[in-house]
């Protein structure tokens, strides 16, 4: 979720700068001052403005002295789009804020317009992290912490299986934390998950890995080829391959012992040791090496250096599939 980056996080504070490129957590950064501010009074007036929407002097208009003294949110979007005359108006109001109004700046962050939120750090705004989740580790943490912000439990299986069935987007894995969280009692479980995202989970990328690194060549493909056309980005299914064989590879040239202490070592849950055990069998060192090489051809081939994508994966899969099998 957004995370605050300093230690005062009253949502009603002057100005507040929520700063990153992820849509739902800049969302949920402007409706969580909106709703405090409709909680103080109910009859606030909300202005959500694009950049190309505020012009030099509009700011001064929104803010001018109301004789009703009414309580105003004025968020302004994409910030580092704003012109310099804009800039220099905003600059202006964070050295004297409008009792009653409560301005939120979203900025992508990054060096275009940072002057801005300098100029804000330095007047104290309040400010909200809202940094894109890039990484499958960051989407899983996203699950969870849903989960407990519903007051719900779910199994580390079920976040991982809703992760691989929903992929990167975080609007539609908050959608689905909340229908399960609405449709289930008791704990949350990978069947459960399994039976509610059938369809996208036997089309996720790390169902095609599965495969794959199980040396079963015919489903992994069929499962590439649903992917594809569901949608899935290639680069996720190269990632995935990538993390499947590096599994295998270093739980095999791992120390032997309980799942729980090879987990530590190796920075994996230990369900997925166990889930990694069962795939490794047929592997050796030979077959790992080979794997990797066919994915890294496969990840350059899907970033623009081949001319057929799927034709890559393709290559990929197959290529992995035989490696599990040099043993065999």
């Known amino acids: 979720m957004a995370t605050r980056k300093n230690t005062d996080d009253d949502p009603l504070a002057p100005v507040t700068i929520a700063v990153g490129q992820e849509d739902l957590l800049l969302d ?27 012009q030099p002097g509009t700011l001064a208009e929104l803010t ?4 009703f003294a009414e309580r105003k949110v004025v968020v302004v979007r994409n910030a580092q789009d704003l012109s310099a005359d804009t800039i220099k108006d905003i600059k202006a109001y964070l050295a004297a804020p409008v009792d009653e109004i409560t301005l939120v700046v979203l900025h992508a962050g990054g060096a275009k317009g940072k002057g801005l939120l300098d100029a804000a750090r330095k007047a104290g705004a309040r400010e909200v992290a809202c940094p894109k989740t890039t990484k499958p580790a960051e989407r899983l943490t996203f699950v969870r912490s ?18 691989d069935a929903i992929g990167s987007d ?10 399960l969280a609405a449709d289930v009692e008791g704990t949350v479980d990978e069947a459960v998950v ?22 079963r060549a015919a489903e992994a493909l069929e499962a590439l ?36 202490d090879l987990a530590r070592e190796l920075g994996m849950p230990p369900w997925k040791i166990d889930r990694v055990r069962q795939q490794m069998r047929g592997w050796t060192p030979d077959g790992v ?5 066919a994915v890294a051809e496969a990840d350059a081939g899907v970033k623009g250096g081949g001319d057929d994508p799927e034709y890559a994966l393709e290559k990929a899969v197959v290529a992995v599939a035989r490696a599990a099998r040099l043993r065999r």
């Open 170 to 179: 975080l609007r539609e894995l908050a959608s689905a934390v909340s229908q």
């Open 194 to 215: 399994g039976r509610y995202y059938t369809g996208r989970a036997e089309a996720s990328s790390f169902t095609v890995a599965d495969r794959a690194v199980e040396g």
């Open 289 to 293: 090496g080979l794997a990797l090489r």
């Open 64 to 67: 001018s002295p109301s004789l």
């Open 146 to 163: 849903e989960f407990r912000a519903l007051g719900r439990s779910a199994s580390p299986e079920a976040c991982q299986v809703l992760v």
């Open 225 to 260: 080829r649903w992917s594809l056309s569901t949608g899935v980005a290639p680069v996720l299914i190269t990632s995935a391959l990538a993390q499947g064989v590096r599994a295998i590879g270093k739980l095999s040239s791992a120390r032997g012992g309980r799942p729980a």
């Open 28 to 54: 949920r950064a402007v409706q969580r001052v909106v709703a405090a501010a409709r909680a103080a009074d109910a009859d606030t007036d909300v202005r959500d403005l694009t950049s190309d929407q505020l």
